[in-house]
């Protein structure tokens, strides 16, 4: 069975930067794309960041493009997710995500196509 552990959050001020990692065990790594979502107070699970299966392809939401960075380690079996300039509406609880049905080149933003999930780690962003 998968399992996908995410550490890394935290509290940061506004403009900092924070690195969240995920671990996953289970099955082969290199066999699944990656993604994480976040959800905020009140609000829907949204996509963030993407990676393909051996990181060729990375597809990333309007509101971290540019800010975010999504990169895997298939040798530790760990999926990365670097944010840069975090705002106040960063502030979530993030999720990393396994999707092992995915195309060798294919990145889904559909939380639907996502097998596994992590529990997720809080980052709060202060103003």
């Known amino acids: 069975q998968v399992q996908l552990v995410e550490s890394g959050g935290g509290l940061v001020q506004a403009g900092g930067s924070l690195t969240l990692s995920c671990t996953f065990t289970?099955?082969?790594?290199?066999?699944?794309?990656m993604g994480w979502f976040r959800q905020g107070p009140g609000r829907e699970r949204e996509f963030v960041a993407g990676?393909?299966?051996?990181?060729?392809?990375?597809v990333y939401a309007d509101s971290v493009k540019g800010r975010s960075t999504i990169s895997r380690d298939n040798a530790q079996n760990t999926v990365y997710l670097q944010m840069d300039s975090l705002k106040p509406e960063d502030t979530a609880v993030y999720y990393c995500?396994?999707?092992?049905?995915?195309?060798?080149?294919?990145?889904?933003?559909?939380?639907?196509?996502?097998?596994?999930w992590g529990q997720g780690t809080q980052v709060t962003v202060s103003s």
């Open positions: 990676i393909s299966r051996i990181g060729t392809n990375t």
């Open positions: 995500a396994a999707d092992e049905d995915a195309n060798f080149w294919v990145v889904t933003t559909y939380h639907g196509d996502y097998d596994y």
């Open positions: 289970g099955r082969t790594f290199r066999a699944h794309s």
